[in-house]
């Protein structure tokens, strides 16, 4: 079981970056999968998550910022970021867990099962 995490980079304040979760070793179709980051010397915390039937949640610093999707045929999961700001600086990790749990509820715990390594996103100018 294995997540891999890619997209991230060095990006001007205002810009965009795609992050991507690509699985393997197993089907993301009974997974929620998430996104989080942390920030040097700040704790993990959730950013976005999705459930096994789309819902969606999102930390409020990023509502409408950010977009989270998953190709379950690809077995991937994606994270949009625009209009990204310097306090989006951090290394972010994508996770997933199988089951059924309140995607809001998973997200903030901050508690999966499998985690990829991270992908650094450093907002810039």
């Known amino acids: 079981v294995q997540l891999q995490a890619s997209g991230g980079g060095l990006v001007q304040p205002g810009g965009s970056l795609r992050l991507s979760c690509a699985a393997s070793?197993?089907?993301?179709?009974?997974?929620?999968m998430g996104w989080f980051r942390q920030a040097p010397g700040k704790e993990r915390e959730g950013v976005s998550c999705?459930?096994?039937?789309?819902?969606?949640y999102y930390r409020d610093s990023v509502k409408g910022r950010f977009t989270i999707s998953r190709d379950d045929a690809k077995n991937t999961m994606y994270l949009q970021m625009n209009s990204l700001k310097p306090e989006d600086t951090a290394a972010y990790y994508c996770?997933?867990?199988?089951?059924?749990?309140?995607?809001?509820?998973?997200?903030?715990?901050?508690?999966?099962?499998?985690w990829g390594q991270g992908t650094q996103v450093t907002v810039s100018s």
């Open positions: 070793g197993f089907s993301l179709d009974y997974y929620v």
């Open positions: 996770a997933a867990d199988e089951g059924v749990y309140p995607i809001g509820s998973w997200c903030r715990a901050v508690d999966s099962d499998y």
């Open positions: 999705i459930s096994v039937n789309g819902s969606t």
